[in-house]
């Protein structure tokens, strides 16, 4: 057998694979963070939260509704993302005007708000959603044993991240949106309405976290702290990628998947840190992050 | 309202006269208070958290209908699965408001870090939900009772049935804390002398971890026929779902070392079908266990008791025996004299039955193994488990030697 650094190589394959998904939850989740960011100037720590919400609304939409996994991908973030609209529109929108820290902590409370009453109306051990059967079965691909849902995890993710990028840096509503945040009065002087396309746009990175959060619900337990875990590794991302940057923040969820995924063979103890050894690092050598342009 | 001194000293005039006042005044300083400490918000908030602080309130309100005479609070904190929280809470507890028994604590790395506070305050320390069995070993101290179960008997119950079974070669997956390494250590021993292997090992950051697909990746890759996890609550929940998920379950068979009846209902009946699982308690075991659960489980519909919650209520009431045996004044004096106390009496209960508490503060509980129902099989709500084997209590734990605790005299 051929061996890597004294590791086996199908095993080592098998992490690379295994770091690629979750990177891919890494991707979303800094993507809509990135969006929030570059467009709004609000560091959104309610993020993970509405994540968790996001598999939570699946679970009450098949356990109430009988409405399944598929349905509940596109009816989650709807759901969702209409929520962020009216917390965008009644809370964060008044902060605007002030330090990025208001945000911060005004969504960081947010956060624990919505953990909590989770929390108190269905508990922390999670609750069961069943992959959909389409996807259930794995397949061999030689150096390891995929489960069909984990490759469609990835290609959902990658097609999802494409796409938002696509939209923001090659239509003409990416490019409102775009000028929006560079110099409002004048693009609202050319008849746009602003404040809608921010509430909009904050809505539309919520709905990403939501789909994430359904993407998730299968694989981990739906509970009320699945948000959390994600969190913390999803900001250093953004800061590695270089904050409000979109591309930045989808090739950096990806890459620190794949670092994470190599800790945990290598030393597995050290896997939950080695993100933020990564950022320390690159923080050091570019301030600005990997992708982030010039202030 | 203004009061004039006249007003002042009649009051302190009829004070002194009234015959009810000073017997009110003896009743307030002999308050036993009982402060419950788990995860109130964490991966731990089901297999502790706020049932088994119901429980607890249930012993009192038992024992209390027939022994009105005695004066009890309960209060309780979440620790987050922090040791320093745990411990300046703890110290707060017992400096300012007089708490006189600490209960429950979950997380080894939590209940071993406040042992050394209640032996310093000479309190008296129950502890239901955590598992390491250090804590009647070396770390044991005369101020503290081991309730509900620890890893020893975990590894002895559903290792040794593991073992038996054929499955002689281990890989682990393990919390990388405390409980998780006592956990592993405890279940190698085990294995060895049962002529068994360990072929690898996984420690995992806690907590924090939910993807557990790059390590069931490296126990597959092993070869090794069991796979033993050495974590709890979530961490269970979600690594079982993943070993299901990638397949691991049809070459390897599955030792969730220590997984409750509330992470069987987490993960659902058509995932958990199968496994095998030990607690000392299970609601539908017998006419007591029964009995207790219909007691409470209307108070905590959504999670019913566990064996930790057992503990609570089994603990709380052994205890307001013992200080009611011998006093409120007495027991608050002194931790050491309360928990001889409570060593000396035999234990009876509806959750664990009769059982006897060793002189290093192992309460021997018996150990049941269980098997997880098929969804086909169960008949109602919470109807989960089959049962397996049982051990009784004196053969279910550590030898008392073996133990090596100080205080105990070989």
Known sequence: MMMIFGIPAPLLFGQLLLGLINGAFYAMLSLGLAVIFG???????????????????????????????????????LIVGVFGVILERTIISRLYKLDHLY??????????????????????????????????GATDLGFMFMPNYRGWVVLSALVVCISTWLIIEKTSLGATLRAATENAPLVQAFGVNVPRVITLTYGAGIALAAFAGVLAAPIYSVNPNMGTNFINTVFAVVVIGGMGSILGSIITGFGLGVIEGLTKVFYP?????VVFLVMIIILLARPRGLFGKAA | MTLSRRSVLTASALALTVPGMPRLARAQSATIKIGVLNDQSGPYTNTGGATSVICAKQALLEFGASNKDLNVEIISADHQNKPDLAVSIVRQWFDRDNV??????????????????????NKVYLNSGAASSA???????????????????????????????????????????????????????LVKAAGGSVAGSVQYPFPGTSDFSSFLVQAQSSKAKVIGLCNAGGDTVNSIKQIAEFGI????????LL??????????????????????????LNERTRAFTNRVKDKTPKNWPNMVHAGCYSATLHYLKAVHDMGAAEAKKDGVVTVNRMKAMPVDDDCFGKTKIREDGRNLTPAYLFEVKKPSESK?????????AHTPGDEAYRPLADGHCSFVKA
């Open chain 1, 39 to 77: 467009m709004l100037n609000i560091i959104n720590f309610a993020h993970g939260a509405l994540f968790m919400m996001g598999a939570f609304v699946a679970w009450i939409l098949l356990d109430q509704l009988g409405i399944g996994y598929f349905p509940a991908l596109i009816l989650a973030p």
């Open chain 2, 249 to 256: 379950n049809k070459t390897m068979k599955v030792a969730a």
């Open chain 2, 380 to 388: 109602g709500p919470w109807d989960y488990f089959k049962q397996v």
């Open chain 1, 103 to 136: 945000g911060l902590l005004l969504t960081f409370g947010l956060s624990l708000v919505i953990e909590g009453l989770f929390r108190n109306a269905y508990g922390s051990s999670g609750l069961p959603y069943r992959i959909p059967s389409v996807l259930q």
């Open chain 1, 269 to 273: 103890q050290a896997s939950a840190t």
């Open chain 2, 259 to 284: 997984m409750f009846v509330t992470d069987v209902h987490a993960l659902g009946l058509d995932v958990a079908a199968g496994l095998n699982l030990t607690e000392s308690f299970y609601w539908d």
């Open chain 2, 135 to 189: 804590l009647t070993g070396e770390q044991c101290s005369p101020n503290f009772i081991h309730w509900t179960y620890d890893t020893f008997m975990l590894a002895k119950s559903t290792g040794g049935a593991m073992v038996k079974a054929g499955g002689d070669s281990w890989f682990f997956l393990t919390a990388d804390y405390a409980f998780g390494k006592q956990l592993q250590a405890d279940t190698t021993a």
């Open chain 2, 100 to 121: 006189d028994m600490l209960l429950d604590v979950p997380t080894s790395s939590v209940a071993l870090a406040v042992q050394s506070v209640v032996r310093e305050k």
